[in-house]
């Protein structure tokens, strides 16, 4: 009998214990993501980085067509309360050679960061997307693609600063009557220089409805003391503001945004287009994208593409993109941050075709 009871404990003790941790296990969750996109790249011309003249015509294979490829991994725990703890690491790969690409060029160099969230908003801290980015892709048409879009723009200016900002804190508020703000700091610093890579951005948006309407600003300091392969913390400035109208199948969307680099340029770029669904299996877009450099103003450039993505499945889509660029003066706007990033002077037309697949 004394045994049996026993026994009975043992098999409650066990049983109660997976239960434990059956709950436990339910409210913590790690993903495993990722994305691939490959395509092929055509260009009219191309340029020649030691002459800055035209190179003749292009045709290559590049990795991200349309979007870069990447793999990382998502973690969050519910702490109870509302609380929650999150975290994200992100790194960039190439599908071309299957080297690390794309972001600041480190490992994890996308994204990599911490964060507690609840109702009162979200606070992060490590390497992150700036608001200034965010609010710059929330207005772009073509939702920042790799080719022919203010995506090129962005990277042409700045390269990685103000996307990627590394050594940060954020704070992203909840969205109250339409409203949300973002505010982030950048520490920076290196000995006997606290403001070398220093950064800051902030945004907020109003959304009702189909209506969206931001605003973002972002500044940095040159230097820091952990480099990175691809620089992050030019000494700049970017303004924006920008605004998105859905009604039905149909998404219309403008921005305008001012990129300094001090002891550089000033450049003002006007961009707008809108994107529809003509099927839930058929996306077409399109934008343009005039450039104007305010210190100089016969540098100016024309950037205008279409787009078509076709979804196979949720997670597999087929594009193909065409876009022609027409640079004045000294201005050097390119097609794709892959394999066309500067352009020459003149008119160039190019066009990519690829697969995306996320998982």
Known sequence: MLQDRKRAWRLAGWAAGMLICGSAHAQSQVTLFGLIDGGLLYTSKTLDATTGANAGKQFSMIDGGSSYSQFGILGTEDLGGGLQAKFKLESGISIANGALAHCDGNLFGCEAWIALDNRYGEVKAGLQFSPFFLALYASD???????????????????????????????????????????????????????????????????????????????????SANPTP?????????RTLGAAFKFGAVTVK?????????????????????????????????????????????????????????????????YAQVASVDNHGAMNTGLSVNGALYGVSGNTVGATVGIRHSF
Do not use: C
């Open 141 to 223: 048409p073509r939702n920042m693609s790799f080719f022919g879009s203010g995506g090129v723009n962005l990277v042409d200016n700045l390269l990685g600063t103000s996307i990627f900002s590394a050594s940060s804190v954020s704070y992203t508020s909840p969205a109250l009557w339409g409203l949300q703000a973002s505010l982030l700091y950048s520490f920076g610093g290196k000995p006997g220089d606290f403001q070398a890579g220093r950064q800051y951005s902030a945004s907020v948006k109003y959304e009702y409805g189909g209506l969206m309407v931001n605003a973002a600003i972002f500044d940095s300091n040159s230097g």
């Open 254 to 318: 403008a921005s305008f945004v001012n990129y300094k680099v001090a002891g550089s340029f000033d450049n003002n770029v006007y961009g707008g287009g809108l994107s529809w669904y003509v099927t839930p299996a058929l996306d077409l877009d399109g934008g343009v994208w005039v450039t104007s450099d305010r210190n100089h103003t016969a540098n100016h450039s024309l950037l205008a593409a279409l787009g078509a993505s076709y979804f196979l499945s949720k997670r597999t889509t087929l």
């Open 230 to 238: 691809t620089p992050i913390d030019f000494a700049a400035e970017g």
